[in-house]
C-alpha cells in the first residue's frame, strides 16, 4: 500500500519482535472488512446480532479481568521523570522499551499482524494527524474501522513524511500483572500489551488523540481536550458552539446529543453534537478558537442510555454498531443493558457468556448480578447520530463562543458562573473536581480534582499543560468565554435541585447570552453569576425564580474549605505550577474573606 520507508522500515522491525504468521493491510475497503467479521464469527470472537432489528450489528465479550481502561498500567514514558510529572505514572523510556520488549517478543506466533493506517480528524486536513497501528485483535480493527478514518487515502496523504504515531498493540495473554498501555510522547510511539479492551486498545482514542495529542499541542501551538463539542442552532438558522469539559458520570455524552424542552423546540430551536468526548482546537485566521471532533464515532457507556435519557445516543446504535460486554438476549438475538428499558430478557447470558437470571440482581453488586457489564460499552458510527452537525467533516472546524467546564458538587459550585477572563477561567478549569457518590467505592463526598476533566489524560507534566493554557490565552484574539457548571446541587435532604438532562440547555442559553453582552449577571467572590431572573423556567416544573436564586448562592465557607483542598491538590501537582494559577488562587481566598 506504500513505499513510505519510515512505514515499512518501523512494520519490519516490529514485526522482527513479534513475528505474525502473515501482515495484512487494512485498506478501509468494505468487502475486507466483511471478511474480517465472518471470520471474527466462525472463531467465536463476535456474535453477529437479529440482521433485521440490529443490521450489521455485533456482540463482542472480554476477558473477565479485562473491562475497562487501566490506569495503575497507563504510564507516561519520557527521558526525565519530571517532564511526566507527579499526576501521571511514569516510567524512564529506554527501560520500558526494554521491559515490554520481553513481553512482546514472539507474541504474534501463529497470528496475524493487522496493519491500520488511520487519520484522527478528516484526512488532509489542517487538523488531521495520522496513525499506523500494528494489532492481531480483528475486534481492534473493526472498531478502528468505526472510530477512526481508516484506508489507503490515509497512507498516500502520508506520503514520504515521517510524521505518524506509531502504534503496537498485542492481546499476548491477556495477563492483567503484564498490562501495560506506554506512551513514549518523545518519539510518536504507544505500546499496549495484555489488553483486549477498547480503552486500552484502540490506540487512536485516548492514547493518541488526548495523551500524545496533548503534547503535540503543546509543542506545536494547538490544544487537544476531553471535551465535547455541540452547536446551538437559533430560529433564524445561526448556529453558535459550545465545547464542554466534564468528569466521567457527569452527563457529558446527553449534552453533547441534547435535546432541547419543548419550550426551545417549538420555536425552533436544535441542537446538533460534533463531537462527544475529545476537541482539538487552534486559532483560526479571524482570531478565534474552532474545533473539531478527531473522532469518526462513538465509543459511548452503554448502561443508563434509553430512549429518556439520551434517545439519539439509542438511534446511533441501531445499525453497524459493535456491542461490548452487553447481555445477550437469545430469545430474539438482540442485546439488553441496565436501563435500556423495564424488560430484561428471561432468556440471556450475562456479560460473561454465563446464562442470567434478571431476577438475581443486586445493585450492590452490580458486576457480579448485572446482564450487562457496567463499563460496558457500543461503537458506533457518529454519521448514524440523528443529531449529527453539517459540520463534523468541516475542514476547518467550527468557532467557539464559550468552553465550560463542570463538576459534580452537591454544596459548593453554583449551577453556573462565569471567569472574569482567560487567566481566572483557566484557573477555574485547573480546579475541576467532582465528589465521589455512593455508586463509586469508598467514602462518599470525597473531592477528586480533574482539571479540565485530563487528568489522566495529560501526555506531560500537568503544571506545563496549565502554562500551555494560559499562553494559549495570550495567541487567541477573540477568545470564547470560560464557563463553569454544576447541575447536581442538592437540597437538604441529598435531593437534586435542578432537573438536568434537557433542561440545562436553559443554562446554555444564557452562557450564550453572555457571550453576546446580551445579559448582566453579578459579580462574587468566585466569578459573575446571572440574575435569577435570566434563567428562563417558563413551562418548568416545580422550579421557581427562588430555586434559581438557591441554585447561585456562594456558600463562602465550603469555598474556604475548598480552597485548602485547592493548595493541596497543587503542591501534588508540584513546582510547575504558574504562578498566575497560585495568585488566583489568592484573589479567590481573599474574596471569600472579605
Keep these: ?22 501482515i495484512v493491510w487494512i485498506d478501509g475497503s468494505e468487502e475486507q472488512a466483511e471478511a474480517l467479521r465472518a471470520e471474527a464469527c466462525s472463531t467465536g470472537e463476535l456474535i453477529k446480532l ?29 527521558s526525565k521523570k519530571e517532564d511526566a510529572g507527579n499526576i501521571n505514572n511514569w516510567m524512564e523510556k529506554n527501560e520500558c522499551y526494554e521491559k515490554l ?26 487538523f488531521a494527524k495520522i496513525g499506523v497501528e500494528l494489532t492481531d485483535s ?5 472498531n478502528m474501522l468505526i472510530m477512526t478514518r481508516v484506508g489507503k487515502n490515509v497512507i498516500d496523504a502520508l506520503g514520504d ?10 492481546k499476548k495473554d491477556i495477563d492483567e500483572e503484564n498490562r501495560y498501555i506506554c506512551h513514549f510522547p518523545e518519539d510518536n510511539t504507544i505500546w499496549s500489551i495484555n489488553s483486549g479492551y477498547g480503552g486500552n486498545v484502540l490506540l487512536g482514542k485516548k492514547c493518541f488523540a488526548l495523551r500524545i495529542a496533548s503534547y503535540l499541542g503543546r509543542k506545536e501551538g494547538w490544544m487537544a481536550e476531553h471535551m465535547l463539542i455541540l452547536g446551538v442552532e437559533y430560529p433564524d438558522g445561526e448556529v ?6 466534564f468528569p466521567s458520570a457527569c452527563g457529558k455524552t446527553n449534552l453533547a446529543m441534547l435535546i432541547p424542552p ?4 417549538k420555536k425552533g430551536y436544535k441542537v446538533w453534537t460534533v463531537g462527544d468526548d475529545i476537541a482539538w482546537i487552534r486559532v483560526g485566521e479571524d482570531g478565534r478558537l474552532y474545533a473539531v471532533n478527531p473522532e469518526n464515532g462513538f465509543f459511548g457507556v452503554a448502561p443508563g442510555t434509553n430512549e429518556k435519557s439520551n434517545p439519539n445516543a439509542l438511534a446511533t446504535t441501531k445499525s453497524g454498531c459493535i456491542f461490548t460486554n452487553v447481555c445477550h438476549d437469545l430469545d430474539n438475538n438482540t442485546v439488553w443493558w441496565e436501563g435500556l428499558d423495564n424488560n430484561p430478557p428471561k432468556n440471556a447470558l450475562n456479560w460473561r457468556g454465563e446464562k442470567w437470571d434478571y431476577t438475581k440482581y443486586d445493585k450492590a453488586d452490580k458486576v457480579g448480578t ?11 458510527m457518529a454519521t448514524n447520530c440523528p443529531c449529527i452537525s453539517s459540520e463534523f467533516n468541516s475542514l476547518k472546524g467550527v468557532p467557539l463562543s464559550a468552553i465550560i467546564f463542570g463538576g459534580r458538587r452537591a454544596k459548593t459550585a453554583p449551577l453556573v458562573y462565569e471567569s472574569r477572563n482567560w487567566q481566572h477561567g483557566t484557573f477555574v478549569g485547573s480546579i475541576m473536581a467532582s465528589e465521589t457518590t455512593a455508586a463509586a467505592s469508598g467514602a462518599v463526598g470525597v473531592v477528586r480534582r480533574d482539571p479540565m476533566a485530563m487528568r489522566p489524560f495529560v501526555g506531560y507534566n500537568m503544571g506545563d499543560y496549565f502554562r500551555h493554557w494560559l499562553d494559549m490565552g495570550k495567541k487567541i484574539p477573540n477568545a470564547p468565554k470560560i464557563f463553569h457548571v454544576n447541575w447536581f446541587r442538592t437540597d437538604a435532604d441529598g435531593n437534586f435541585i435542578w432537573p438536568g438532562f434537557g433542561d440545562n440547555m436553559r443554562v446554555l442559553m444564557w452562557i450564550l447570552a453572555r457571550c453576546e453582552g446580551k445579559v448582566d449577571a453579578v459579580e462574587t467572590p468566585i466569578g459573575f453569576v446571572p440574575k435569577a431572573e435570566d434563567i428562563n423556567i417558563e413551562e418548568l416544573d416545580g422550579v421557581t425564580v427562588d430555586t434559581i436564586k438557591e441554585l447561585l448562592t456562594i456558600d463562602k465557607q465550603s469555598w474556604l474549605e475548598d480552597v485548602a483542598n485547592i493548595k493541596e491538590f497543587y503542591a501534588q501537582v508540584g513546582e510547575r505550577v504558574p504562578a498566575e494559577l497560585y495568585d488566583e488562587l489568592a484573589t479567590l481566598e481573599e474574596n471569600l474573606t472579605k
Design 240 to 245: 453558535k458552539y459550545i465545547s464542554a469539559a
Design 262 to 265: 419543548a419550550i426551545y423546540a
Design 1 to 22: 500500500m506504500t513505499n513510505n520507508k519510515h512505514v515499512l522500515g518501523w512494520i519490519d522491525e516490529m514485526a522482527a519482535l513479534v513475528q505474525p504468521d502473515k
Design 50 to 78: 437479529n440482521e433485521e432489528l440490529l443490521p450489521n450489528c455485533y456482540l463482542h465479550r472480554t476477558a473477565v479481568n479485562d473491562v475497562a481502561r487501566v490506569e495503575g498500567r497507563t504510564f507516561i514514558c519520557t
Design 370 to 380: 448485572s446482564g450487562a457489564h457496567p463499563n460496558s460499552r457500543f461503537t458506533a
Design 101 to 126: 520488549s520481553k513481553l512482546y517478543k514472539g507474541s504474534y506466533k501463529g497470528r496475524t499482524m493487522y496493519v491500520i493506517p488511520y487519520s484522527m480528524g478528516v484526512v488532509g486536513s489542517d
Design 161 to 170: 513524511s515521517a510524521d505518524f504515531i506509531k502504534g503496537l498493540h498485542a
Design 138 to 142: 480483528i475486534y481492534v480493527v473493526l
